[in-house]
């Protein structure tokens, strides 16, 4: 079965502090996806992860790929409360068009 | 283009009724996804359209969900016999062939009493 797992589920975090959120996949995949989703709303999207040791950053987040040990981070520099929401890795299996998402994890940062 | 749109965006019924959701993928998009996501949880992939054609079905997609895009354009989902364990946000998402991101919609959040 396939399984993307993140890891916290649960992060709270005070302004101005650095954090990473993990992301692990059981199977074979060379992209992987970070959405970012506020209380109520949809998906938004983050980083296209697309080869092994892709790194995109984008402001305050950066994220990374490493195919082989089926890893994915998800880095927080100098937090701020405008970064709190739910973020989700998502898998798309080799030979698949479909997304698996990962449990994801709710960040919330206090002043 | 303004993205992905669902209507409705809110659904309250009572069980054993049917239900349909449309999604309207941006423009010029072949491809269409269905996802459910239940409180707490990531979305969970239902199924998938490219142009007309249903390429793929989850096993989580029971009988009583049906799922058309007739002529390649906007989609329908339908839920027949509602359960109240249906009750979920469905989202929807389009992309292009060959293109590597899903952009989402703003959903259908359903209830089922």
């Known amino acids: ?111 | 283009d303004t993205g992905v749109s669902q209507d409705p965006r809110h659904k309250i019924t009572k069980r054993g009724q049917n239900v349909t959701f449309r999604c309207d993928p941006i423009s010029e998009h072949n491809r269409l996804y269905w996802y459910r996501q239940t409180l707490g949880q990531g979305p969970e992939f239902l199924t998938y359209f490219q142009n007309e054609a249903q390429l793929e079905k989850s096993r989580l997609l029971s009988d009583r969900f049906s799922a058309e895009r007739p002529k390649g354009s906007f989609s329908t989902l339908e839920i027949q016999r509602t359960e109240q364990g249906d009750s979920a946000m469905y989202l929807c998402a389009s992309s292009l062939v060959y293109s590597y991101e899903q952009y989402f919609g703003p959903g259908t959040r359903l209830t089922v009493t």
């Open chain 1, 1 to 111: 079965e396939l399984k993307v797992e993140q890891n916290p589920l649960f992060l709270s975090m005070q302004e101005g502090k650095n954090y990473t959120i993990y992301c692990n996949y059981s199977t074979t995949s060379d992209r992987l996806y970070w959405y970012r989703q506020d209380p109520g709303k949809s998906l938004e999207s983050l980083f296209v992860l697309l080869s092994n040791g892709a790194v995109k950053q984008e402001g305050r987040l950066m994220a990374s790929l490493d195919t082989k040990a089926r890893l994915s981070t998800l880095h927080i520099t100098a937090a701020v409360h405008d970064l709190s929401a739910t973020y989700f890795c998502a898998v798309e299996p080799l030979n698949t068009d479909k997304l698996i998402f990962g449990t994801g994890t709710r960040l919330q940062v206090f002043p």
